[in-house]
């Protein structure tokens, strides 16, 4: 463990040119390698409404390979973005919007997503000075966990384990601060099944709950890499819904919302997005066919017309 901090802090506080050029090796690496090619290509299958031509595919594979590699060394140069460094690191329309978002003293709950620079988003809101409670998935080693949360809770926010923590995005929430959450990975308790790409995907029901809960709006947020080392911020959606009595009709609604809004962000920056997991693997129990789509959204496209 020692050894690796020393190796991270050495990438870490590696010039940009050293960092990109790194990254561009990984990701000629981990394509080479294949790495979950066979898990990528399925859901490109699902996303795209087919398989795309070979040359399309093999350049979007390359893009995101490349992407992968590039948030490793980003996490690892993470510490080292601070506060006097956002004009140069950060478009400024997102960060206002996001900020002015917060300090309306409703509290709000920011859904990431695994879309972009998704550990980045944290980390600049904590360094605006938004009080944020984000929760991941935690490995159990302390060791591990003490060294990753280190990394993410320096702009200033606080992690915690994704694991029983409802009720503490809740009392967060009733002291008017913010809470982050990602929710497009399958979810195997605590779901609902609303359509992502067309296809029903299992989907955590948390950022419903709380709002039905608390009141505080959804805010679907991405930070995504525009350039060397430089992001976008981008509010996708704000979501305040009208309670009724229905409450899993509620749930379903907030929550196909939710990822529409993430649909929007892929369709942006396809190959920034975690197409290494299982999206649309855990299936609905009454679904007629498997993987039937169940509304007309329109086939994501890798590259531009």
């Known amino acids: 463990m020692p050894l690796l901090r020393v190796l991270a802090e050495r990438i870490g506080k590696a010039d940009a040119r050293r960092g ?9 690496l981990f394509q080479w390698l294949g790495v979950t090619r066979k898990i990528v ?6 996303a795209c409404h087919g398989m795309p031509p070979p040359d399309v595919l093999r350049r979007f594979e390359a893009r995101y390979y490349r992407h992968m590699a590039l948030l490793i060394v980003e996490f690892l140069r993470q510490p080292y973005v601070r506060r006097q460094d956002l004009p140069r690191v950060f478009l400024p329309d997102g960060l206002a919007e996001m900020l002015e978002l917060y300090e309306r003293g409703e509290g709000v709950i920011f859904v990431a997503g695994h879309a972009g620079v998704w550990e980045m ?6 360094l605006v000075g938004i009080d944020l409670l984000s929760v991941a998935k935690l490995s159990g080693h302390p060791l591990i966990d003490g060294w990753t949360c280190g990394i993410r809770e320096a702009g200033g926010q606080t992690i915690r384990d994704v694991r029983g923590s409802l009720w503490t995005m809740k009392k967060t929430l009733d002291r008017k601060q913010a809470v982050g959450i990602n929710v497009d990975q399958e979810a195997r308790q605590s779901r609902v099944f609303a359509p992502f790409f067309g296809i029903p995907a299992a989907t955590s029901n948390a950022p419903a709950l709380l709002h039905l809960k608390t009141k ?3 805010a679907v ?4 890499r525009v350039g060397v080392f430089r992001y976008r911020l981008q509010v ?4 305040r819904h009208a309670k009724t009595k229905d409450k899993q009709g509620d749930l379903v609604a907030i929550t196909t919302r939710i990822n529409a809004a993430m649909e929007q962000a892929m369709r942006a ?8 997991h299982r999206r649309w693997r855990r299936r609905p129990d009454d679904e007629a066919e498997p993987f039937a789509r169940v509304d007309d959204t329109a086939p994501l496209e890798l590259e531009p017309a």
Not at 41 to 46: A, H, P, Q, T, Y
Not at 236 to 239: G, K, N, P, R, S
């Open 269 to 276: 920056y396809p190959e920034q997005w975690l197409w290494s």
């Open 20 to 28: 990109y050029r790194l990254a561009v090796y990984l990701g000629h």
């Open 236 to 239: 996708c959606d704000v979501i």
């Open 221 to 224: 947020v991405t930070a995504h």
């Open 121 to 126: 988003a944290g980390h600049v809101a904590g």
């Open 216 to 218: 505080a709006p959804i």
């Open 41 to 46: 290509r399925r859901n490109v299958e699902l």
